[in-house]
């Protein structure tokens, strides 16, 4: 039986994606929270309410409780006040804006030291090699920790903080795919008709090895996500008042008793945006590589009639 070759167009690759109903879920609703993201200031200028400013006359019953999900806070108001909706929303931009140029960041950096090293090989794998071995052992929240204690807790220190700790994983997969493609015969033919490393690099590798770091990248966006949710839950991340998602479970933590929902809605927003990118992450998989992910479906009935039988 001979097999047809797959089609990697970005034209074919989409159709493919959008053949997959979950990856289209996961597709609507990323792409609903970067709209979010990027309106979240007029959104919450038209809602009325203020995310920064604490209210405590309205915000807060006689008692000093925060005020539950009403008609005049949708999803209720925070340990002092503030408007938990409005403060999910301008959270969205600060968490998505930080997932973003951090997976960007570590993108680039990961894919052109990964590219050297799997390129030239000898002296300079084993240098960068050992530097990407270095990183990787670093424990991430004790340096987190170091770097904001000197430096002090903001939006710039947090990204650079992330990226200097996801770029070595890129890095890694790049040079072991690198390392593959340059034994290819047509690598080897091109090489041997005088192209050079330049050519070779934006002619051949690159485009190889695109899909792979695209479909790295979109399962990078919600690790990120999820370390600044811890750094900010540590009291290392965005400084306050500015929202995030971790930074709002954090702060509301003590008051889950008597606010559940200061704490819960943030917990599903943080829970939607990881789940999605990680399902689209998945669906963009397979939809590079149909032939693997039909052959997965196809072992499956296999193996469930011999545990059956």
Not at 61 to 72: L, T
Not at 187 to 192: G, P, Q
């Amino acid at each position: 039986m001979i097999r047809r070759p797959v089609e990697r167009t970005s034209w074919a690759v989409l159709r493919r994606l959008l053949r997959d109903r979950t990856s289209v879920i996961a597709l609507s609703v990323i792409t609903l929270l970067a709209l979010v993201a990027l309106f979240a200031p007029v959104i919450v200028t038209a809602l009325g309410q203020d995310a920064i400013t604490p209210d405590r006359q309205n915000g807060l019953s006689p008692a000093g409780i925060p005020v539950g999900p009403g008609p005049e806070f949708w999803l209720g108001t925070d340990f002092v006040g503030r408007d938990v909706l409005s403060r999910i929303l301008l959270g969205t931009t600060n968490t998505f804006a930080i997932a973003i140029v951090s997976a960007l960041a570590a993108i680039v950096i990961g894919t052109i030291i990964g590219t050297i090293a799997g390129l030239y090989g000898g002296f300079v794998d084993i240098v960068l090699s050992a530097i990407i071995d270095f990183v990787v052992a670093l424990p991430f929240l004790v340096i987190a920790m170091a770097v904001v204690v000197i430096h002090g807790a903001s939006v710039g220190i947090l990204m650079l903080t992330i990226a200097f700790f996801s770029w070595s994983t890129v890095a890694r997969m790049v040079r072991s795919l690198v390392l593959t493609i340059r034994e290819l015969d047509y690598i080897k033919a091109a090489t041997t008709l005088g192209a050079s490393d330049f050519r070779l690099v934006t002619r051949h590798i690159l485009p190889n090895i695109a899909g792979p770091v695209l479909t790295y990248g979109s399962l990078l966006i919600p690790q990120i996500i999820v370390m600044e949710a811890s750094l900010s839950f540590l009291g290392l991340g965005v400084p306050p008042p500015a929202p995030t998602w971790g930074g709002m479970i954090a702060e509301n933590q003590g008051n889950y008793a008597i606010a559940w929902w200061s704490i819960l809605f943030p917990a599903i927003a943080l829970l939607l945006s990881t789940l999605s990118f990680n399902l689209l992450g998945d669906g963009l998989r397979d939809a590079l590589e149909p032939n693997s992910a039909s052959q997965l479906r196809r072992a499956r009935p296999r193996r469930e009639r011999k545990v059956r039988s």
